[in-house]
C-alpha cells in the first residue's frame, strides 16, 4: 500500500467490512481529487455574520486533523423555499427553531452558502448530478411544470454513484426532477422513493397544480390523507431507525414551507383550496389571497420540530456519531420570508434569491460551535459527498462542482474560484467577495458583499476591469452550456 493509500484509510475508514472493489474505488476518488485540487472559494471575514441567539461563541472553522472514521451515513435535508434568515441562527427575530440551531452549534453553520439555482427543480438538479443546470435540458425548465422534461435516467448522479460504491439510497418527499413514466427516483439511482413528484401539493388532499393526485410510493400511488409533513417525518424517522447493513443516503426533502400556506391543523383552509382545484383554478395552489408572517412563522417552526424528531431518531438508533447530517433550502424564500438584510427573493440571482441556510454535523469528524464563511453551492456537496462516500465522478460527466472533504477534514486551505448562476433574464457569478450581477433591465452591476451584503452599492463604474473580467468569465462558463429554448 502507497503512503497515499495509507493516508486515506486513516482519513475516512470504512467500518464493517470494506471490499477490495469499495476500497479501490475509495482510493481512486481521493486520487482523482488530489490530482485536480480541492477548491473553494477563499473565505471573507473570520467572525460570524450573525451571531447564534443564546449560543456558545462560534468559532472560525478549522478540521479536527488525526481522526478516524468509517465512511458516514449521508441524511441530506432540504427546507422548501425557505429564507436565508429564517431560521433564529441566522438572525429571524420571530422564528424560534431550536432544533436546527443546536443542529448547527453541533457542527459548522455556514454564512456564505448557495443553492445552485433560484427555484426549485433546477436546483435539485444541481445536487443531484453535480453540475450547473445549464448541463441538461431538464435542468432548463425554472422550474419543471409539465411533464416533458426531467432527469435522464442515463445521466449519473449522486445516488447512483453511491449505490456503486456500497450505499443504500432513498429519497422521501419532493422529486420535481420529472413525471412518471420516464422520470422518477427509482430510474436514477434511488433504491426508495416515497413522495410527490411535482413542485407543490395541498398537504392534506395531496393534491398538485393540475388536480393530480400526488404522493406516491416507489411508482404506485400511496393513499394518506394526513398533513403531509407528519408523513414524511415519519418514513424518514423509520428509515433512519433500520438495522442497516450498509452505510445509506437519505434526501429527505420537505415541502415546507412552500406555498399553500397551511400548517397543521387547518383542515378548513385546505378543503377549500381542494374545492378550488376541483372547480378549475389553476391558480388555486398558489395561495395568493391567503398566507401571513404569523402562518409561515408557524410552518417553519413545524418543520424545525419535524427535523428534531428525525435527528431524535437517529440518535436512538445509535447512528449519530457516524451519521453526516447536511440541512439547507433550495433556494431563497418567498413572500413572508425574512431575509434581511439580503436584497430580492426566490427566482431572483439577488442574494436573496440564492443564499440559503446552512448547517453540517458530523460528531465523528467535526467539531461543533464553528462558523464558516466560505461560499460554496449545491454542487459542492455533491462533489464532497462522493469522495466522503468512496465514489468516483463519471468521467463522461465531469462536475462542476469541487470537494470540500480537504477543507473539512484535512485544514486544506480552499482555493479561491468562480461561483456561476444563470436564470432567464439574470446571470449573477461571485469570486471571492465580489459578485458581478446583470438583471433584467440588462444592466451589469458590481457588488462587494464583504461590504455591501444588501447589494445596493454598485461598483461598476468604480472597478471597470474588474467588472470586465467577471464578466468575461460568466459568459465562458455560460458558452459551454445549454441555451434556452428559443422564445422563452
Known amino acids: ?50 451571531p447564534q441567539r443564546g449560543a456558545t461563541a462560534e468559532r472560525p472553522f478549522r478540521a479536527a486533523r488525526g481522526r478516524h472514521a468509517r465512511r458516514p451515513n449521508i441524511l441530506f435535508i432540504l427546507g422548501d423555499d425557505l429564507g ?29 452558502s448557495y443553492s445552485g439555482s433560484a427555484t426549485c427543480s433546477p436546483t435539485r438538479f444541481s445536487l443531484y448530478t453535480g453540475r450547473y443546470p445549464g448541463r441538461t435540458k431538464g435542468g432548463l425548465a425554472e422550474p ?17 454513484l453511491l449505490r456503486g460504491a456500497g450505499y443504500a439510497t432513498a429519497l422521501i418527499g419532493k422529486w420535481h426532477c420529472g413525471y412518471l413514466p420516464d422520470h422518477s427516483p427509482t430510474r436514477s439511482g434511488w433504491d426508495e422513493f416515497f413522495g410527490n413528484f ?60 412552500h406555498w399553500p400556506w397551511i400548517a397543521d391543523g387547518d383542515t378548513e383552509a385546505g378543503a377549500e383550496i381542494v374545492r378550488r382545484i376541483k372547480a378549475g383554478d389553476r391558480g388555486a395552489l398558489w ?3 391567503g398566507g401571513s408572517v404569523e402562518k409561515y412563522t408557524e410552518m417553519v417552526e413545524d418543520l424545525d420540530r419535524s427535523v428534531g424528531e428525525v435527528l431524535k431518531a437517529l440518535k436512538r438508533s445509535g447512528q449519530e456519531q457516524d451519521t453526516l447530517v447536511f440541512f439547507a433550502s433550495d433556494n431563497g424564500g418567498e413572500r413572508f420570508s425574512y431575509n434581511w438584510p439580503l436584497s430580492g427573493s426566490k427566482s431572483s440571482l439577488r442574494e436573496g434569491g440564492i443564499r440559503v441556510p446552512s448547517v453540517l454535523r458530523w460528531p465523528a469528524r467535526v467539531d ?75 444592466t451589469d452591476q458590481l457588488f462587494n458583499l464583504a461590504d455591501d451584503q444588501r447589494e445596493q452599492a454598485d461598483r461598476a463604474a468604480a472597478e471597470p476591469q474588474r467588472l470586465a473580467g467577471l464578466r468575461a468569465s460568466w459568459e465562458k462558463t455560460d458558452a459551454g452550456l445549454l441555451p434556452y429554448p428559443t422564445g422563452s
Open 1 to 50: 500500500m502507497t503512503s497515499r493509500d495509507s493516508n486515506i484509510r486513516s482519513d475516512v475508514d470504512s467500518g464493517s467490512p470494506l471490499s477490495r472493489r469499495a476500497f479501490a474505488t475509495a482510493v481512486g476518488a481521493a486520487a482523482a481529487t488530489a490530482a485536480v485540487g480541492v477548491q473553494a472559494a477563499a473565505p471573507a471575514a473570520a467572525a460570524p455574520s450573525t
Open 84 to 112: 436565508w434568515a429564517d431560521l433564529s441562527s441566522y438572525g429571524a427575530p420571530h422564528i424560534r427553531t431550536p432544533h436546527l440551531d443546536e443542529l448547527g452549534r453541533q457542527g459548522v453553520r455556514f454564512t456564505d
Open 144 to 160: 419543471i411544470a409539465d411533464r416533458s422534461v426531467g432527469l435522464e435516467p442515463t445521466h449519473p448522479t449522486l445516488a447512483s
Open 198 to 257: 411535482g413542485g407543490a401539493l395541498e398537504y392534506y388532499s395531496k393534491l398538485g397544480l393540475g388536480g393530480e393526485y400526488d404522493l406516491y410510493e416507489g411508482d404506485a400511488e400511496y393513499k394518506d390523507l394526513r398533513y403531509y409533513t407528519r408523513i414524511l417525518t415519519e418514513r424518514a424517522s423509520e428509515y433512519v431507525s433500520r438495522d442497516h447493513d450498509k452505510p445509506w443516503l437519505l434526501n429527505l426533502n420537505f415541502t415546507t414551507p
Open 287 to 289: 395561495h395568493a389571497d
Open 368 to 442: 461543533g460551535h464553528q462558523v464558516s464563511d466560505v461560499p460554496v453551492f449545491s454542487p459542492d456537496w455533491t462533489a464532497t459527498l462522493l469522495e466522503l462516500g468512496g465514489a468516483r465522478p463519471d468521467p463522461a460527466y465531469p462536475l462542476d462542482g469541487v470537494s470540500l472533504a480537504g477543507y473539512l477534514l484535512r485544514d486544506e486551505a480552499p482555493k479561491e474560484r468562480d461561483l456561476f448562476w444563470r436564470v432567464r433574464g439574470e446571470r449573477a457569478l461571485r469570486r471571492g467577495d465580489w459578485k458581478y450581477y446583470r438583471g433584467r433591465d440588462g
